[in-house]
C-alpha cells in the first residue's frame, strides 16, 4: 500500500542508526500522523490525521481509506476529521461558506461508491451543527453528489471562540440498528445534566450488533532488513 510512493527515497543517510529506515519510511508516507481506525459494536470510525488549517487530504491517507472501505463494505462507517466537509456545515458569519475539504471531486467519489458511509464528526470550525443530505448545499462551491444521505456533525467543542459555543457542554451520540441519537450533556461543574440545544434523530438503517468483537488499528512499521510490513489491525 505504501511502497510505491516512496521507492526513490534513499535510506542511506546516518546508515548506523537502526531507526534510519523507519524514520525515512514515516516522513516519505506522509504519515506523521497516525491515521487509526477502531470497530465499536459493528460499527467501522475512521480516524484521519489532519494538522492545523490543512485542508487537503495526502495522498497516502487516501490509500488507508480506500484500503478499509473496501475491506468493511457492508459496515456501517463513520469518518472522524479536523476539518469539515465543503458546504455540510454552518455558513462563517451568515454570508460566507467555511473552509473545508478542498479536494471535494474525490470525498465525493468515495461517498458514492461507499454507501456505507454514513456519517463525518468534524471539528475546527467551533460551530454547533448538524447537517443531513445526499449532496452539499452549493453554497460556496458547485454541489456534490453524495449517491446517499449522509449526516454531518460538528458537536460542542470545548474551547469557546467569538462566543459561539457552549464551553461546558459535550454531545453524546448514541447508535443503534435503526438509527442515530444525539443529545447534549451539560457538565455544570460537579454535577451534570442533559440540556436541550443538539437533539437529533436519524432514522437509517446500521451494521449495529452489541455482541460483536470490538478492535483498533493503526499503521505499525516493522524492520526486518529491507523489509517493511504494515500491520493494520489490533485486539481492544
Known amino acids: 500500500m505504501i511502497s510505491a510512493r516512496i521507492h526513490n527515497e534513499d535510506y542511506t543517510e546516518n546508515s548506523n542508526d537502526p531507526h534510519t529506515v523507519v524514520k525515512a519510511l514515516v516522513n516519505a508516507s506522509e504519515l506523521n500522523s497516525y491515521p487509526y481506525a477502531f470497530m465499536r459494536n459493528n460499527i467501522l470510525f475512521l480516524a484521519i490525521p ?4 490543512v485542508m487537503w487530504t495526502s495522498p497516502t491517507v487516501y490509500e488507508w481509506i480506500q484500503y478499509m472501505t ?11 476529521s479536523h476539518q469539515a466537509i465543503e458546504d455540510t456545515t454552518l455558513a462563517d458569519s451568515g454570508t460566507h461558506g467555511y473552509r473545508g475539504k478542498q ?3 474525490w470525498w465525493a ?3 458514492r461508491n461507499n454507501t ?10 467551533h460551530w454547533a451543527d448538524w447537517y443531513q443530505a445526499n449532496e452539499s448545499s452549493g453554497l460556496t462551491i458547485p454541489v456534490h453528489d453524495f449517491g446517499h444521505e449522509m449526516a454531518f456533525s460538528s458537536p460542542y467543542t470545548q474551547t469557546d471562540w467569538a462566543n459561539r459555543n457552549e464551553e461546558d457542554r459535550i454531545v453524546i451520540y448514541t447508535l443503534s440498528p435503526t438509527g442515530v441519537t444525539t443529545r447534549a450533556w451539560e457538565n455544570n461543574g460537579a454535577g451534570g ?3 436541550t440545544g443538539y437533539d437529533h434523530t436519524w432514522n437509517v438503517s446500521t451494521t449495529f450488533d452489541a455482541s460483536a468483537q470490538d478492535w483498533y488499528s493503526f499503521p505499525v512499521f516493522l524492520q526486518d532488513g ?11
Open 50 to 53: 489532519e494538522n492545523a488549517y
Open 70 to 80: 473496501n475491506t468493511y463494505p457492508n459496515t456501517t462507517t463513520i469518518i472522524l
Open 103 to 105: 479536494d471535494m471531486d
Open 109 to 111: 467519489s468515495l461517498f
Open 116 to 125: 456505507q458511509i454514513k456519517m463525518w464528526i468534524h471539528g475546527h470550525n
Open 193 to 195: 445534566s442533559w440540556v
Open 226 to 236: 529491507e523489509t517493511q510490513l504494515t500491520d493494520m489491525k489490533g485486539c481492544m
